[in-house]
């Protein structure tokens, strides 16, 4: 069975700033080339929801995949509806835990 992929209103802002970031160091084809990593890790999780490790110490009910080797994913699993909410992708050795307190539902 598949799950759907929600993504929090600000993640496309963290992938905008990861190609920046990225972009402006290392040219923006590679920034391109590692947001498709992103995507593909993100397109992953459709099939595996469980994937990553726990950190509900963080957030409740918090998952992290490190991705690409600077990239982190952090998301939540709604089994009865099916869903794997993205809260926030981080990079570079950005304060992914911070961020997706910030994020967190009331």
Not at 3 to 23: C, P, S, T
Not at 60 to 72: E, I, N, W
């Amino acid at each position: 069975m598949t799950y759907r992929i929600v993504r929090h209103q600000d993640v496309k802002f963290d992938l905008a700033a990861i190609v920046d970031l990225i972009g402006n160091f290392a040219g923006y084809q590679t920034a391109y080339d590692k947001i498709g990593k992103i995507e593909q890790a993100l397109a992953m999780l459709r099939l595996h929801p469980y994937i990553g490790s726990p950190r509900s110490e963080v957030m409740p009910g918090l998952r992290v995949l490190p991705v690409s080797r600077r990239a982190v994913i952090c998301f939540t699993v709604d089994d009865a509806a099916r869903v794997v909410k993205i809260i926030c992708v981080a990079y570079a050795g950005q304060d992914w835990q911070t961020l997706a307190r910030g994020r967190e539902e009331p």
